[in-house]
């Protein structure tokens, strides 16, 4: 059981002396073990060079003069790691959670449960916006080619709402020569509740030699709760299923054409929620609300090779469900969010070694979110439509000097966005409303190149997020109680400063990066209680300042072991008081957890023959996260928690098995504030970490 205490001396002495032997040494995220052609690990001599898009060009990650974190397809497989989230969280300066089939997703600081993405997130070319509250879908971890971390502002490149910085999820493509099959079958049991189960595969399929081939995946994973409803005497309420499959056609008629089209599916069951209270096995289940999203996504891409420069459009379409139906506050909530994205993208971009490499781009994004809230407990009836319209215009050119080894990096992205909304209370039309938003982004970066294997770079940057529209009841509430709230809330920006280095150390045995950093994000939007209606108006606050280092270190240990470390620091506060509030002068900023580190330790070695042995132990820490925007006694303080893996296997060229043990200390504390229901009887609840689970993972491959 956990009630909010701190951990035991041992394990914070254990933590504390572990996250400064990080801070001093720095830490990383560990590439993919080197692969034979068969694909089975083997023990590598040096790290891999990694090659990276984050500039919208192929680069050597090395050379990128931002905070960026790549993580290989390899090593996700290696991890068998079931979502994406799982292992963003192990990146420095990120913090993110399962809310039930999407993400609640924090870089450096940038937190909010208000407005559109506060960071960016992608699913190939897609840039995905929740438009009115943040949203980042969950996606699993199966044929991914590399997941791609930008820390910082990505204004000028990524636009709208990349101001803490920008995820990017990157399918395989389809390969045209080459036969490919795959199948993941696994098993487990976790502690107080049932047996899971999930089935992998992936198909790649030669149409024509060199021109043509179409790649096919898609998962089933059931996973059985472990909370008990006390009220009901309902076993394990809090089952998940999850269903995805995707599909990807290349066509390349001309070397120097290619074409592209891609459909995603992803949908996933939760009907008794993820809430449980502080003894994490049993609940009263004053919040329980089930979760059934759902999305599909519909991608084109082209591409032509003009030698110096390429030309490459991509346009996407995404659907967006997610109906929410259950206990809260004591009454019933049915409500539905739904959200259509449809972007293009068209940009020119240099190739070569030349000095000046550039990216110049036009972007358009049209969204529509549809909303529905029914809440007879306080009499809401509620339908309304929001239509978000984004156009941008932006480029970035980095100039190599020939008479010292600096490179010097100008971006800028001018952009305009239009919403218009309309509202209808118990079926009563309001008057329609709307805000338009301007917003220029650049940013600034100096990098020195010592050698090939060491960088140093210094930058300034933009990021913006368009504001969004009052709602009519709370605007209506908060005239008669004589609290103003305004129409449309103003656009918010955020002014990132920041110092860094990477380099490959000990003949490439070695990668470093560091960081420190300093952001000033205005004009935030925060919710204000209106009387003791139970409603809640927006209103902009001054802001939140934030400070922060972060450091990773790859390494390794003679033939057979590597060491990744991760470590990260971001205070990030509140800028001022904002009266009626639970926000004070100082306070942390919503939902993000100050400290975070983490450290894993991969075995590979050759057992004989083809036959490679495999094992990979790791450790997670995060401190609490809390929740001022409503204070207590609405919100506590989740909890410092600490979580361990532990898995091994074996694997030759056609098949592979693992066994594993996932939250290997059993870890039950809170990772997300808890919410103080004000229900005679209720319990505080909040989202936590699936109990120890133990299972075998079986890999058969063509």
Same mark, same amino acid.
């Given at each position: 059981?956990?009630?909010?205490?701190?951990?035991?001396?041992?394990?914070?002495?254990?933590?504390?002396?572990?996250?400064?032997?990080?801070?001093?040494?720095?830490?990383?995220?560990?590439?993919?073990?080197?692969?034979?052609?068969?694909?089975?690990?083997?023990?590598?001599?040096?790290?891999?060079?990694?090659?990276?898009?984050?500039?919208?060009?192929?680069?050597?990650?090395?050379?990128?003069?931002?905070?960026?974190t790549s993580i290989s397809g390899d090593a996700l497989d290696q991890r068998g790691v079931s979502s994406v989230g799982a292992a963003l969280s192990e990146v420095p300066g990120v913090n993110i959670y399962d809310r039930g089939g999407s993400y609640k997703l924090s870089i450096r600081g940038i937190s909010t449960s208000l407005g559109s993405n506060e960071n960016g997130y992608y699913l190939d070319d897609l840039p995905f916006t929740g438009v009115t509250v943040p949203l980042?879908?969950?996606?699993?971890?199966?044929?991914?080619?590399?997941?791609?971390?930008?820390?910082?502002?990505?204004?000028?490149?990524?636009?709208?709402?990349?101001?803490?910085?920008?995820?990017?999820?990157?399918?395989?493509?389809?390969?045209?020569?080459?036969?490919?099959?795959?199948?993941?079958?696994?098993?487990?049991?976790?502690?107080?509740?049932?047996?899971?189960?999930?089935?992998?595969?992936?198909?790649?399929?030669?149409?024509?030699?060199?021109?043509?081939?179409?790649?096919?995946?898609?998962?089933?994973?059931?996973?059985?709760?472990?909370?008990?409803?006390?009220?009901?005497?309902?076993?394990?309420?809090?089952?998940?299923?999850?269903?995805?499959?995707?599909?990807?056609?290349?066509?390349?008629?001309?070397?120097?054409?290619?074409?592209?089209?891609?459909?995603?599916?992803?949908?996933?069951?939760?009907?008794?929620?993820?809430?449980?209270?502080?003894?994490?096995?049993?609940?009263?289940?004053?919040?329980?609300?089930?979760?059934?999203?759902?999305?599909?996504?519909?991608?084109?891409?082209?591409?032509?090779?003009?030698?110096?420069?390429?030309?490459?459009?991509?346009?996407?379409?995404?659907?967006?469900?997610?109906?929410?139906?259950?206990?809260?506050?004591?009454?019933?909530?049915?409500?539905?969010?739904?959200?259509?994205?449809?972007?293009?993208?068209?940009?020119?971009?240099?190739?070569?070694?030349?000095?000046?490499?550039?990216?110049?781009?036009?972007?358009?994004?049209?969204?529509?979110?549809?909303?529905?809230?029914?809440?007879?407990?306080?009499?809401?009836?509620?339908?309304?439509?929001?239509?978000?319209?984004?156009?941008?215009?932006?480029?970035?050119?980095?100039?190599?000097?020939?008479?010292?080894?600096?490179?010097?990096?100008?971006?800028?992205?001018?952009?305009?966005?239009?919403?218009?909304?309309?509202?209808?209370?118990?079926?009563?039309?309001?008057?329609?409303?709307?805000?338009?938003?301007?917003?220029?982004?650049?940013?600034?970066?100096?990098?020195?190149?010592?050698?090939?294997?060491?960088?140093?770079?210094?930058?300034?940057?933009?990021?913006?997020?368009?504001?969004?529209?009052?709602?009519?009841?709370?605007?209506?509430?908060?005239?008669?109680?004589?609290?103003?709230?305004?129409?449309?809330?103003?656009?918010?920006?955020?002014?990132?400063?920041?110092?860094?280095?990477?380099?490959?150390?000990?003949?490439?045995?070695?990668?470093?990066?560091?960081?420190?950093?300093?952001?000033?994000?205005?004009?935030?939007?925060?919710?204000?209680?209106?009387?003791?209606?139970?409603?809640?108006?927006?209103?902009?606050?001054?802001?939140?300042?934030?400070?922060?280092?972060?450091a990773s270190l790859t390494t390794l240990l003679g033939e057979a072991w590597r060491l990744n470390l991760n470590a990260s620091y971001s205070d990030a506060v509140f800028a001022g008081t904002v009266p009626g509030t639970g926000i004070k002068d100082g306070s942390p900023v919503d939902d993000h957890a100050k400290t975070t580190a983490s450290m894993s330790l991969d075995y590979t070695t050759t057992v004989f023959g083809d036959l490679t042995g495999t094992g990979r132990f790791?450790?997670?820490?995060?401190? =609490?996260?809390?929740?001022? %925007?409503?204070?207590?006694? @609405?919100?506590? +303080? &989740?909890?410092?928690? *600490?979580?361990?893996?532990? !898995?091994?296997?074996?694997?030759?060229?056609?098949?592979?098995?693992?066994?594993?043990?996932?939250?290997?200390?059993? =870890?039950?504390?809170?990772? %997300?504030?808890?919410?103080? @229901?004000?229900? +005679? &009887?209720?319990?505080? *609840?909040?989202?936590?970490? !699936?109990?120890?689970?133990?299972?075998?993972?079986?890999?058969?491959?063509?």
């Amino acid at each position: 059981m956990n009630d909010g205490t701190r951990k035991p001396a041992m394990r914070i002495g254990f933590l504390s002396g572990f996250i400064a032997l990080v801070a001093g040494n720095g830490t990383a995220l560990a590439q993919d073990a080197a692969r034979t052609a068969g694909g089975q690990a083997v023990a590598p001599t040096t790290l891999e060079e990694v090659v990276v898009t984050a500039r919208k060009r192929s680069e050597r990650q090395i050379d990128v003069p931002i905070a960026l974190t790549s993580i290989s397809g390899d090593a996700l497989d290696q991890r068998g790691v079931s979502s994406v989230g799982a292992a963003l969280s192990e990146v420095p300066g990120v913090n993110i959670y399962d809310r039930g089939g999407s993400y609640k997703l924090s870089i450096r600081g940038i937190s909010t449960s208000l407005g559109s993405n506060e960071n960016g997130y992608y699913l190939d070319d897609l840039p995905f916006t929740g438009v009115t509250v943040p949203l980042n879908p969950d996606v699993r971890a199966w044929d991914i080619d590399r997941i791609e971390v930008l820390r910082g502002s990505q204004g000028t490149l990524f636009g709208e709402g990349s101001m803490g910085g920008t995820v990017r999820i990157l399918t395989r493509d389809p390969e045209f020569n080459d036969w490919d099959a795959k199948l993941s079958l696994s098993g487990s049991s976790t502690s107080d509740g049932g047996t899971n189960r999930g089935a992998k595969a992936m198909v790649n399929i030669p149409l024509v030699d060199d021109r043509l081939a179409l790649r096919l995946a898609g998962t089933k994973e059931k996973f059985p709760g472990w909370i008990d409803n006390v009220v009901t005497g309902a076993q394990n309420v809090n089952l998940f299923e999850y269903t995805s499959y995707r599909a990807k056609l290349r066509f390349q008629p001309t070397d120097a054409l290619s074409v592209g089209a891609s459909y995603w599916h992803y949908k996933v069951d939760g009907p008794g929620g993820t809430s449980t209270a502080d003894d994490r096995g049993d609940a009263d289940q004053g919040v329980s609300l089930a979760a059934a999203i759902e999305y599909s996504l519909v991608g084109l891409t082209a591409a032509y090779d003009f030698g110096p420069v390429e030309l490459a459009y991509s346009f996407a379409d995404n659907s967006f469900e997610l109906p929410q139906r259950g206990a809260l506050f004591g009454g019933t909530l049915e409500a539905t969010i739904g959200i259509d994205v449809r972007s293009n993208e068209l940009r020119l971009a240099s190739q070569g070694d030349g000095p000046l490499q550039w990216t110049l781009g036009a972007y358009k994004r049209e969204a529509i979110r549809r909303d529905a809230f029914v809440f007879a407990l306080f009499g809401l009836n509620n339908t309304s439509r929001t239509d978000a319209t984004s156009e941008a215009l932006f480029g970035e050119a980095t100039w190599s000097l020939s008479s010292a080894p600096i490179d010097l990096t100008l971006g800028l992205r001018s952009v305009r966005e239009d919403l218009k909304g309309q509202e209808a209370n118990s079926g009563v039309p309001t008057p329609p409303a709307g805000g338009k938003y301007n917003s220029t982004n650049p940013r600034f970066i100096v990098a020195w190149r010592p050698n090939e294997a060491w960088r140093v770079y210094a930058s300034a940057a933009k990021g913006y997020r368009s504001g969004q529209l009052q709602p009519s009841v709370s605007k209506g509430i908060g005239g008669a109680l004589g609290i103003p709230l305004p129409d449309a809330l103003s656009d918010d920006s955020i002014w990132t400063y920041e110092l860094g280095t990477k380099a490959s150390l000990a003949d490439n045995r070695a990668t470093f990066e560091a960081a420190i950093y300093q952001s000033d994000w205005k004009d935030v939007t925060v919710r204000i209680p209106l009387g003791a209606t139970g409603f809640n108006g927006l209103i902009n606050s001054k802001g939140i300042d934030v400070q922060g280092l972060e450091a990773s270190l790859t390494t390794l240990l003679g033939e057979a072991w590597r060491l990744n470390l991760n470590a990260s620091y971001s205070d990030a506060v509140f800028a001022g008081t904002v009266p009626g509030t639970g926000i004070k002068d100082g306070s942390p900023v919503d939902d993000h957890a100050k400290t975070t580190a983490s450290m894993s330790l991969d075995y590979t070695t050759t057992v004989f023959g083809d036959l490679t042995g495999t094992g990979r132990f790791g450790v997670q820490y995060a401190s =609490e996260r809390d929740f001022p %925007s409503f204070g207590p006694p @609405q919100y506590l +303080p &989740g909890d410092t928690t *600490t979580t361990m893996e532990l !898995r091994f296997g074996l694997e030759s060229r056609h098949w592979g098995v693992q066994l594993f043990v996932d939250n290997l200390t059993d =870890e039950d504390g809170a990772i %997300s504030p808890r919410a103080a @229901q004000q229900v +005679p &009887g209720a319990l505080p *609840t909040a989202t936590r970490f !699936r109990p120890r689970t133990i299972g075998l993972q079986v890999d058969l491959k063509l």
